[in-house]
């Protein structure tokens, strides 16, 4: 009984360490012993438009952090990031995606001036605005510009 209970006690123990330390996470900016760290970094041209047809331009660069353990060590290196606003489920509520290319809470946007985008025009046109019944509203767009967009 003492033998299993012992090795419940350890394995538990271990499994604490590994969790709640750096030990047990793949991911490292010590100098003698690197490992990655992973962010993707989008620099995005922002372009939202209000029910009354008002369309704002605004530019940053949306940061999905992959790894949540080491982020804060970004602003010692990185000045823009200290300026970062992290997305919160308020933004989510106010757009569609948090207004950002993939809307996930927690990752980070920095505003910055939208990047330049060259020989594709993007048009969305809407085409028809029904009222089906009580908040419920059915929205048909048309589409023209890149193959790929993040609507």
């Known amino acids: 009984v003492l033998l299993i209970l012992g090795c419940l006690f350890s394995f538990t123990v271990t499994l604490l360490v590994v969790f709640f330390s750096g030990l047990g996470f793949p991911y490292s900016d010590n100098f003698l012993h690197p490992r990655s760290q992973r962010l ?78 060259v020989e594709q025009e993007t048009r969305l046109t809407l085409l028809e605005k029904i009222k089906l019944n009580g908040n419920l509203i059915r929205l048909k767009f048309e589409f023209e510009g890149p193959s790929e967009l993040s609507v």
């Open 40 to 117: 993707s970094i989008y620099h995005t041209r922002r372009t939202t438009v209000s029910f009354d047809g008002q369309e704002a331009v605004d530019g940053g660069y949306y940061i999905a952090r992959w790894d949540y353990h080491w982020a804060t060590k970004l602003k010692d290196k990185v000045a823009e990031y200290g300026d970062a606003v992290k997305v919160t489920d308020d933004m989510c509520h106010e757009y569609v995606d948090c207004g950002l290319p993939i809307g996930k809470t927690g990752d980070f946007w920095i505003k910055v001036p939208a990047p330049e985008i």
